[in-house]
């Protein structure tokens, strides 16, 4: 069983920058994929970012060049520095973990086979 903890979230002008973290109860980082994934008010949950065990890593092309996913494997946490942000970034974002296959799969991006989930933390971006 893996508990994971979301924390950074917050309110931000449009253009400006917040660091989410994901803290993991255990030793995660080589037997899982890690993601980050976002949902906004009645839309679907989407994924944002996710990295493996080496350090590879995949984005949605709406963040691309824009949100950054890395890991601290000594403090079995995760992130995602987020800039340049834009009101239609505007969601609770949420931790999870998945088999490791996940991350080599052509369908990363959708909240099915993502065993764990973390509780989220809300971006507002305003105009």
């Known amino acids: 069983q893996v508990q994971l903890v979301e924390s950074g979230g917050g309110s931000v002008q449009a253009g400006g920058s917040l660091k989410l973290s994901c803290a993991a109860s255990t030793y995660t980082y080589s037997q899982y994929c890690m993601g980050w994934f976002r949902q906004a008010p009645g839309k679907e949950r989407e994924g944002v970012a996710i990295?493996?065990?080496?350090?590879?890593?995949a984005y949605a092309d709406s963040v691309k060049g824009r949100f950054t996913i890395s890991q601290d494997n000594a403090k079995n946490t995760l992130y995602l520095q987020m800039n340049s942000l834009k009101p239609e970034d505007t969601a609770m974002y949420y931790c999870?973990?998945?088999?490791?296959?996940?991350?080599?799969?052509?369908?990363?991006?959708?909240?099915?086979?993502?065993?764990?989930w973390g509780q989220g933390t809300q971006v507002t971006v305003s105009s």
């Open positions: 999870a973990a998945a088999p490791l296959i996940r991350c080599y799969s052509g369908s990363w991006s959708l909240p099915e086979g993502w065993n764990y």
């Open positions: 990295i493996d065990k080496n350090g590879g890593t």
